[in-house]
C-alpha cells in the first residue's frame, strides 16, 4: 500500500539513458521535506512474476543465468510488461515462454517493489495452477537451463535457508503460502 | 545459493552514469548460450536491511518517502554500505540512524538480490534483538515521518494481504519466521 498524501516535486529530469527496458534519468526533485536533491531514478515498466503450483504440490522453478548475479540463480518464472501489456497477459505469457505451461487458474497476489530506492519497478505477483504442458520459447538473449518441480516444503526450507535469494521468487511464495494457497496442491 | 558454474564473459564495458550509489554502464556480454548481447547493468555496493523485533513480540516498521514509488512506504530499516563497511556494521548503523535503536543481537539472516535481472545490488539481512532506544539521525534526503511497532502476527497479515509490498522487508520478516525467530518476541 502507497500513501500517496505526501509526494515530491519533480523540478528537472536529466536523461541518462534509454535502453530496451530502463530509462534512466537523474531527476532534481523537492521532497515533502521541502530539501532539494538529485536521485538517480531507473524508470521500468514493471513486470509480472508466477508461482506455478502444480496437482502434486510442487512449485516449478526456473535455473536462470543472471549477469548481474555473476551466476545461475533459482527464481520462479517472471518477466518485463512488454508495452500495453496488463501484468494478467504477461504472467500467462511469461508462464508459457519460460516454463513451456499454460494456466487455467491465475490468481492475483498483489504486486511489490523491488528496490523502491532508485527504480519504479512494480512487480505484479500471481499463483498459477491447473498447469497443463505447453511449448517453452525462451528469448535468444535468456539462459534457463532447467525447469524443476519442488515440493512446496522443500520450497519453504530453501526459503529460510537462504538458498533461494531472488527477492520477487521469496515474496511470491511467501504471500501464497501466508494466504494458505499452497497447502496440499491444487487440481 | 548462486551456482558459478556458469559464467558470462564480458567483452566491452560503456560508463553511461556514475552517481553517489550507483554505477550504470551497458556491458556487451558472450553469455554461457554463446550469445552476444548488450546488457545495461546498475553496479551498486550492497546494502542491509534489519527486522528490529521488540521484546514485546513487535516489528519496527518505518514510514518512508519513496520518490520512485510515488509515495511513502511501510519498510524495516535498511541502507546502503558505506565504502568498505562490512554488512554488519551497516545493519547496526542503519538501525540506529533511521529507527533510534541499538540492538544486543544482530543475527544474519542471508542475502537477497532484490532485481538481478540489471542490478548486482545484494542486501543483506538482519534480525535484531535486545533493542535499547538511541537518538534517530536521518540523511538530508531521507524523508521517515514515523517509527512505529507492529505486532508480529499484524505485519504477516499485512504481507498476506500485500499491504505490505516493500521486496526485502518480506523477505527478511519471512525469513524471520520461517526459522522461527519472530515466535514470542526476544528479549
Not at 517472471?78 to 513451456?100: I, K, V
Amino acid at each position: 500500500m502507497v500513501c500517496r498524501m505526501v509526494r515530491a516535486v519533480v523540478l528537472s529530469r536529466r536523461p541518462v539513458h534509454k535502453g530496451r527496458v530502463l530509462d534512466i534519468g537523474v531527476e532534481r526533485v523537492r521532497l515533502p521535506s521541502g530539501v532539494e536533491t538529485d536521485l538517480e531514478m531507473i524508470r521500468h515498466p514493471g513486470a509480472a512474476a508466477i508461482v506455478p503450483l502444480t496437482a502434486g504440490g510442487e512449485i516449478l522453478l526456473v535455473h536462470q543465468y543472471r549477469h548481474a548475479a555473476d551466476g545461475m540463480l533459482w527464481e520462479v518464472p517472471a518477466g518485463t510488461l512488454s508495452p500495453g501489456e496488463e501484468p494478467l497477459a504477461c504472467a500467462h505469457r511469461e508462464l508459457e515462454e519460460e516454463a513451456g505451461m499454460r494456466a487455467a487458474d491465475m490468481i492475483e497476489l498483489g504486486p511489490i517493489f523491488p528496490a523502491p530506492g532508485y527504480t519504479n519497478e512494480r512487480i505484479h505477483l500471481f499463483l498459477a495452477r491447473g498447469l497443463t504442458p505447453a511449448a517453452q520459447h525462451l528469448d535468444t538473449d535468456e539462459v534457463i537451463t532447467e525447469v524443476r518441480a519442488v515440493p512446496v516444503a522443500e520450497v519453504l526450507r530453501q526459503i529460510a535457508a537462504a538458498e533461494l535469494i531472488d527477492a520477487k521468487s521469496v515474496v511470491a511464495i511467501c504471500r501464497a503460502q501466508a494466504r494458505g494457497l499452497l497447502a496440499g496442491g491444487a487440481g
